[in-house]
């Protein structure tokens, strides 16, 4: 589904949203034939919920009016669902509603979501930029080392991804999507140096790493002159 959003390929995403509904119509018919709930009631609760956790859009003016930032809102959220689960429930962590079956680069922009919800977060984007650079100095150390060592390197990389995740977040960017954009423009860009290569008659595996870079560069830029 994804993927037919980004080609824009509105076809295609007819196709997957009705799979998608498919499903979800064909599960709840299973659970309203043995007496459970059917899938008006599944809209109604989900209805309910967002109105519910939502007070600053769908309730009074003054709740509308008493929020200022998205932290604000989050926080908000967070308080409504604690409270739905009420007194007697154990209280969860703050980061325990952050899923672990997450790619690992969404879960960590989800996390960064809830820390800055109650004010743990850096003021600028700008912020973010100084602590990539620091985790870059980092990382830099541990692979001058000869050889590197495999567990730090593991964990400074780690960092790393963690900050560009915020770094997204603070930018208003989703940064899987950003990703899968990146993944899909150099898959596009190497399948172009890959026709130019074979049209000419060599194979990649015959040719050095510079020859390589300028059909990259060619590949990047198609009407760029030699």
């Avoid at 743990?120 to 984007?125: G, H, L, N, Q, S």
């Avoid at 898959?187 to 890959?194: C, G, H, I, L, Y």
Wanted: aromatic share 6%.
């Amino acid at each position: 589904m994804l993927e037919a959003i980004d080609r824009h390929d509105h076809a295609a995403l007819c196709e997957e949203l009705g799979d998608f509904v498919f499903e979800a119509v064909f599960l709840a018919q299973l659970e309203a034939e043995a007496g459970h709930f059917t899938i008006a009631d599944s809209l109604k609760s989900v209805a309910d919920k967002l109105v519910r956790r939502h007070p600053h859009v769908f309730g009074r003016e003054a709740d509308q009016s008493r929020l200022d930032s998205a932290g604000q809102v989050r926080a908000q959220w967070e308080e409504i669902k604690a409270h739905e689960r009420g007194p007697a429930a154990d209280p969860k962590p703050l980061l325990g509603s952050v899923p672990r079956t997450l790619p690992s680069l969404l879960r960590a922009y989800q996390i960064g979501v809830r820390a800055a919800s109650v004010g743990f977060d850096w003021e600028r984007a700008s912020d973010v930029v100084g602590k990539i650079q620091e985790e870059v100095n980092e990382l830099r150390e541990v692979v001058a080392d000869t050889p590197p060592d495999q567990a730090r390197a593991e964990e400074e990389m780690g960092d790393l991804l963690f900050a560009i995740a915020n770094l997204s977040r603070k930018l208003g960017i989703d940064p899987e999507t950003a990703l899968r954009k990146a993944n899909e423009k150099f898959t596009a860009r190497f399948s172009a140096m890959e026709r130019a290569v074979s049209t000419s008659g060599r194979t990649m595996r015959d040719m050095q790493l510079d020859e390589l870079e300028k059909e990259w560069q060619r590949a990047k830029s198609p009407r760029q002159a030699d």
